[in-house]
């Protein structure tokens, strides 16, 4: 974390914490110890399932558990840290229960969602599902989309740059640039995003103008 903000300062650091199991005293500890401005909150269950050509499983099914009661640790110590809460949804009702946390007051602040289509037992990486996905989130939320697969996420990206949503792109979710050739690293990733945002009318915020969007004000 050091070498990251000696490397970008400003930047806004998003933690992860999703985590199979009941057990989640690391995460919990890491966003205590790190206090980060923004991190991920897996907001439902998924099977977790592939199935091979021959219809076989790529690896044994299992289950991603964010039961209720382990959504609301999470929101708790982000509460307590000051961390604002990046609701992940793997599927459509995952995005719904959102709402129903706001309306528990499981979380106070304006919620950002994160969609998280390719996963095949998720939603599919289909960009006519973005405007189902928006009107299902909470009004005037943040919304963005992490795109897994090859060539068929790059439309996704380029509508979800259309439709005003924030722009995430990385190794974790592709090695493969729109014309299939490998990327090097999450740079020219990165760059193609940037690209989709300028063709759609947009800018590139630096960190100073990207934290008074997000109404995030922390550089530690």
Known sequence: MDAIRHACPGGILNQSTGTRGPVIQGPLDCLRA??????????GSLNYLRVRSDGTWAWPPRVFDNPVEKVKAYLDVMA??????????????IVRCVEMYAKNRMFRERPRYNFVMGVESGMPADP????ILRRLALKDARWQV????????????????????????????TFYLPDGSKASSN??????????????GRGIA??????ERLDLERVV
């Open 34 to 43: 790190l206090r980060r401005e923004i991190a991920a909150c897996n907001a």
């Open 80 to 93: 307590q840290t000051g961390t604002q809460p990046e609701f992940e949804c793997f599927d459509t009702g």
């Open 128 to 131: 006519d599902l973005l405007p």
């Open 146 to 173: 992490t795109a897994i697969g090859r060539a068929e996420i790059w439309p996704l990206h380029r509508r979800a740059a259309e439709l005003g949503g924030d722009l995430r792109t990385g190794l974790e979710d």
């Open 187 to 200: 740079g020219p990733l990165v760059e193609m995003l940037a690209r989709y945002a300028r063709a759609s």
């Open 206 to 211: 630096a960190p100073a103008e990207a934290r």
